[in-house]
């Protein structure tokens, strides 16, 4: 168990439609990212936050959007949904943001769009 | 643009041997490398990593070698296990000054056969 919860485990949901993801970082990690892996393919990044800030973007589309509260918790919004956006959706956290930062991952949410 | 390359999908071991997985780059700010070890239906956990300023680091089992001047690194396993049988990620992370980003290659699958 990494310390890193991802809510909902499993989502399905139609075309056209919106989502949320949810993460709760492990004790103590003030930084957040988002990664996307769709079919066989690697990990994508997304978007990191650091104590509730924007910090780094990566090939987020548009109809994606994301934010850090001040609790710490993150949560990825999803809309206009399409087929391609089935992919499985990882959080991680890690305690800091500099250089040589090891990053912990949850379990992962799967999203299929029908 | 593939800044972290696994060319190997798959590889196949025999229990008690070493496994050997490769993996290049191609940007040279990447300043801190980690590999990352999967299972089905879990997150990736953390394995391993290595600074850009050492050529090797080991935690048991585990030998993480960078050749900085080739800009690829591999990931020694010695000697494997059944239970090390999964998708293994490497990953790169560049710090930008706010923020350090992971990225990640396509990941590869090691059977450890009895």
């Known amino acids: 168990d990494s310390g890193v919860t991802q809510t909902p485990k499993h989502l399905i949901t139609a075309t056209g439609q919106r989502v949320t993801l949810r993460c709760s970082p492990r004790?103590?990690?003030?930084?957040v990212y988002w990664y996307q892996q769709s079919l066989d393919q690697g990990l994508q990044f997304l978007i990191q936050?650091?104590?509730?800030?924007?910090?780094a973007k990566g090939n987020i589309l548009e109809r994606f959007s994301a934010q850090q509260f001040p609790d710490l918790h993150s949560e990825l919004n999803l809309s206009s949904l399409e087929l391609g956006d089935s992919a499985l959706y990882f959080c991680?956290?890690?305690?800091?943001?500099?250089?040589?930062?090891?990053?912990?991952f949850g379990q992962g949410t799967r999203l299929t769009v029908v | 643009d593939q800044q972290v390359k696994q060319n190997s999908p798959s590889l196949s071991v025999q229990e008690g041997r070493i496994s050997i997985l490769n993996c290049d780059y191609t940007?040279?700010?990447?300043?801190?490398f980690l590999w990352y070890k999967k299972y089905p239906a879990e997150g990736p956990t953390f394995l391993i990593s290595?600074?850009?300023?050492?050529d090797k680091n080991e935690d048991g089992r585990f030998t993480v070698f960078l050749n900085k001047s080739a800009k690829h690194l591999s990931l020694h396993i010695v000697p494997s296990q059944p239970g090390d049988s999964a998708v293994y990620f490497c990953?790169?992370?560049?710090?930008?000054?706010?923020?350090?980003?992971?990225?990640f290659g396509t990941g590869t699958r090691l059977q450890v056969t009895l």
């Open positions: 940007n040279s700010m990447f300043d801190y």
């Open positions: 991680a956290s890690s305690h800091r943001t500099g250089s040589g930062t090891e990053a912990f």
């Open positions: 990953a790169a992370s560049e710090y930008t000054g706010t923020a350090s980003k992971l990225t």
């Open positions: 936050y650091y104590n509730g800030e924007e910090r």
């Open positions: 004790s103590g990690d003030l930084s």
């Open positions: 290595i600074s850009s300023i050492k």
